[in-house]
């Protein structure tokens, strides 16, 4: 059950930074043009910035996924680092178990949240919001996806702490 977790995990978290790249290349792309557009040709492309701005969104819930996969999200370990082997270990289990609880409230809340939405319409893209603010659940479950093989790393002593 962990190699099926550790394999998951990895495969998700190389599909998601594909994604990112291809996000962030066409928010530069389209930042780019709106510049271009606005400065140069004197005329504003409306729908860029909202387009920009919901990329950046899905960027910054994907990118935290990313982040908690490499372990490179920001953590405070003065405390941590002065604890003996067993209790880091424990101590990392119950971050675990704490974080997969959040990462549960971000899908249900965040799917509830979508589901009360769903019937708006973003202005200038006329996107229906739910799309947009599917993000929330889709980086939830991905950061569970993330935290279950941890958690049971942690729990077999294997990898590091991520903490």
């Known amino acids: 059950m962990i190699k099926f977790f550790q394999n998951l995990s990895a495969g998700l978290n190389r599909r998601v930074e594909v994604l990112l790249f291809a996000m ?8 780019v043009v709106q510049v271009f557009s606005r400065y140069v040709l004197n005329h504003s492309l409306f729908w860029s910035e909202e387009l920009a701005r919901y990329l950046l969104v899905w960027l910054t819930f994907m990118g935290t996924s990313v982040a ?31 974080s997969l609880f959040l990462f549960g409230v971000m899908v249900v809340k965040g799917a509830a ?11 200038a893209l006329s996107l229906p919001k739910w799309v ?32």
């Open 24 to 31: 962030g290349f066409t928010m530069t792309l389209i930042v």
């Open 68 to 98: 908690y996969h490499k372990g490179v999200h920001p953590g405070v370990d003065v405390c941590f680092i002065r604890l003996s082997p067993w209790w880091q270990r424990v101590a990392t289990v119950g971050i675990h178990i704490v």
């Open 132 to 163: 947009i603010m599917g993000i929330v659940p889709l980086a939830g479950a991905v950061l569970m996806v993330h935290g279950v093989r941890f958690l049971l790393d942690a729990i077999q002593g294997n990898g590091k702490n991520h903490k």
């Open 113 to 123: 949240f979508a589901w009360f939405i769903r019937l708006q319409i973003s202005p």
